[in-house]
């Protein structure tokens, strides 16, 4: 089982940053993909951003050029510095992770527990 705890969330004017840290624990044979997601009031939750294959992270349109992902694979951490936030930004944020127990072996998903980001106008 793998375990991903955020921090860093909180209430932030428009034009304000912040940074989210998830760190993962427990026993995995390999993670696949670790990054964010968010769901704001009454829609669905949605990709941020994440890392997959490779070290070129995916980002939502949304977050280009104002959010930046970064991870620390040593540490099984991944952040998220989220810059120039505006009120549409509001949501829980949540950590993922995408992972395997055995070499070819199912993928399984892995959710924080979320971190709630508000954004005042």
């Known amino acids: 089982q793998v375990q991903l705890v955020e921090s860093g969330g909180g209430l932030v004017q428009a034009g304000g940053s912040l940074r989210l840290s998830c760190v993962a624990s427990g026993t995995i044979y390999a993670i696949n993909s670790m990054g964010w997601y968010r769901q704001a009031p009454g829609k669905q939750r949605e990709l941020v951003a994440r890392f997959r294959s490779g070290d070129i992270p995916d980002y939502a349109d949304s977050a280009v050029g104002r959010f930046t992902i970064s991870r620390d694979n040593a540490k099984m951490m991944v952040f998220l510095q989220m810059n120039s936030l505006n009120p549409e930004d509001t949501a829980v944020y949540y950590c993922?992770?995408?992972?395997?127990?055995?070499?070819?072996?199912?993928?399984?998903?892995?959710w924080g527990q979320g971190t709630q980001v508000t954004v005042s106008s």
């Open positions: 993922h992770a995408a992972g395997m127990y055995r070499r070819g072996g199912a993928e399984y998903d892995f």
